[in-house]
C-alpha cells in the first residue's frame, strides 16, 4: 500500500489535517493526533484501544505489530509494504472514530422533564 492512498483516506475524513509531530508527519482531528508516520514512510502508527489492536495483531500479523513507547502498547505499527488497503483503510477509521469519541466524552444523559 502506498503512503499516498492513505494520506488521500485520512485527509477525506471530517476535520483532519495534516502536521508535523518531531520528524514524524501525523494526522489530527481537532488537534488530537490518530495517526503518525515515521520518516522512512514505510510503515504507520495508528493509534488504536487495545481490543481492536488485539484483533488486528491476530487477524493480520504479517504486516500488523504491536506499537511500543516505551513500555506502553499504544497502538499498531503496520508495514504498508504488506498491507492490505482495505484493512488500512479500516484501522485509520477506527483510530479516527476512537479520538472523536474520546474528545467528545461520555454520553449526555437528559432527565426527562
Same mark, same amino acid.
Do not use: C, G, Q, S
Given at each position: 500500500m502506498k503512503l499516498a492512498t492513505v494520506r488521500t483516506h485520512a485527509l477525506s475524513l471530517d476535520a483532519v489535517t495534516e502536521e508535523p509531530h518531531h520528524t514524524y508527519s501525523s494526522f489530527h482531528v481537532r488537534g488530537k493526533i490518530f495517526v503518525t508516520v515515521p520518516p522512512e514512510e514505510t510503515h504507520l502508527h495508528v493509534f488504536v484501544g487495545e481490543e481492536d489492536r488485539e484483533q488486528a495483531l491476530a487477524m493480520y500479523p504479517d504486516f500488523t505489530e504491536k506499537l511500543f513507547w516505551g513500555s506502553k502498547v499504544l497502538g499498531?505499527? %503496520?508495514?504498508?509494504?504488506? $498491507?492490505?488497503?482495505? %484493512? %488500512?483503510? $479500516?484501522? %485509520?477509521?477506527t483510530a479516527y472514530a476512537t479520538r472523536v469519541r474520546k474528545d467528545a466524552g461520555p454520553p449526555r444523559v437528559r432527565r426527562p422533564r
Open positions: 499498531l505499527r %503496520v508495514d504498508l509494504a504488506n $498491507a492490505t488497503p482495505a %484493512v %488500512v483503510k $479500516a484501522l %485509520v477509521d
